[in-house]
């Protein structure tokens, strides 16, 4: 199997971050064999241009060489594995605090497996660049790939994990996946004001009218268990002096969003660590995420950053395709019941 077949089916083992940065060092050296058969048709051509006109306009049609290949981050790749956890997910998952004894905290501080670990995970953090997720902004707004033209299969689907914090409703922290279940629901996740907006290119009415009349017909979106697609929006916000910010400015941001959606705003402050993050491919902080998250708990579709026509367009069907296999097993069991 070519290098280039082995960084495009990686092993199963392999996070999505660093499936990421394998295309990336391989797009980079096929850049540079690009550079630098291009430079040597250049050097050619002036070579050939010392010898006679003639030949100079020869050797300059002959050094036109073909582009360089695009760099991943200027060019996203279109998403094309399942994205998520392997473990279905349960309410009081990933609430952040610590639920050990003093005696369990001792046992693990003496441990040498647990201090392993936590020695790798520092590792980890301080080798990551600090201004990594904004230099990446300068790249197509900070988009991390391009959304799937379909969904995804549902046996072959991983879980939403689960997200605990507090509601706009309700300063008591509650969880996302009693939420979730039994019903097709639109998550955005956004940690900024910029993300919060390119999240509305897809779920907006205005930016996105074919979602918006879609759902209308369908029973609508938002706040009612009746619903045929809910919506759920998770504002993390991880630094303290953000998190201090949201919370003094809750009241404006009740008034911007409808009564009927207030329990289903989540405001994060911890539990969403960076292998989940990694494992629901939200790999930018600053970008906004949108995931169609089915009545399982299974991520079927996802997107990033500002979405295209395309994007919208495929959201859309995939929406409408969801939401026939939600309605076969309710058509199926009515004609039992008939029988």
């Known amino acids: 199997m070519s290098a280039a077949r082995r960084l495009q089916f ?6 999505f971050r660093c499936q990421t940065r394998l295309l990336q060092i391989f797009s980079r050296r096929r850049t540079g064999k690009a550079v630098g058969a291009e430079s040597a048709a250049k050097s050619a051509a002036e070579s050939g241009s010392k010898s006679g006109s003639k030949s100079g306009s020869k050797s300059k049609s002959a050094c036109e060489s073909k582009p360089a290949a695009a760099d991943p981050r200027r060019n996203p790749l279109r998403l094309t594995r399942v994205i998520g956890v392997t473990n279905a997910p349960s ?11 003093w005696r369990q905290r001792k046992s693990d501080w003496i441990n040498h497996e ?39 299969r549902a046996d072959r689907a991983l879980y939403f994990p689960n997200v605990n914090g507090r509601t706009l409703a309700s300063m008591r922290a509650s969880d996302t996946t009693p939420l979730l279940q039994n019903q097709l629901s639109i998550v ?5 004001a910029w993300a919060e907006r390119q999240v509305s290119s897809y779920v907006d009415g205005k930016q996105n ?7 209308r017909a369908d029973g609508g979106s938002g706040g009612g268990g009746a619903a045929a697609v809910g919506r759920i929006d998770v504002n993390v916000e991880e630094g303290w002096m953000k998190a201090v910010l949201v919370r003094l400015f809750a009241p404006l941001i009740r008034r911007k969003v409808p009564r009927e959606r207030h329990h289903r705003y989540f405001l994060i402050r911890k539990g969403l660590s960076d292998d989940l993050k990694d494992a629901i ?8 995420y949108v995931y169609l998250v ?5 991520i079927r579709w996802a997107g990033s950053g500002v979405a295209s026509a395309e994007e919208k367009e495929s959201m859309v069907n995939c929406v409408k395709r969801l939401l026939q296999e939600t309605k076969k097993p309710k058509e199926a069991g009515s004609e039992k019941k008939l029988l």
Not at 10 to 15: E, G, I, L, S
Not at 133 to 146: A, E, L, S, V
Not at 281 to 288: F, I, S
Not at 294 to 298: F, I, P, R, S
Request: with cysteine; hydrophobic share 30%; charged share 30%.
């Open 209 to 215: 009218p074919g979602l918006d009349e879609m759902l």
């Open 91 to 101: 309410a009081g998952e990933n609430t952040g605090s610590e639920s050990r004894t």
């Open 294 to 298: 089915d009545g399982e708990c299974k």
């Open 188 to 192: 955005s996740v956004f940690s900024s």
């Open 10 to 15: 990686p092993a199963k083992n392999v996070c």
């Open 281 to 288: 491919a939200l790999l930018n902080r600053k970008v906004g």
């Open 114 to 152: 647990k201090n392993r670990q936590a020695r790798e995970e520092l590792t980890r953090k301080l080798a990551s660049p600090y201004f990594r997720d904004w230099m990446n902004m300068q790249y197509q707004k900070g988009k991390t790939f391009i959304a799937p033209p379909k969904p995804f």
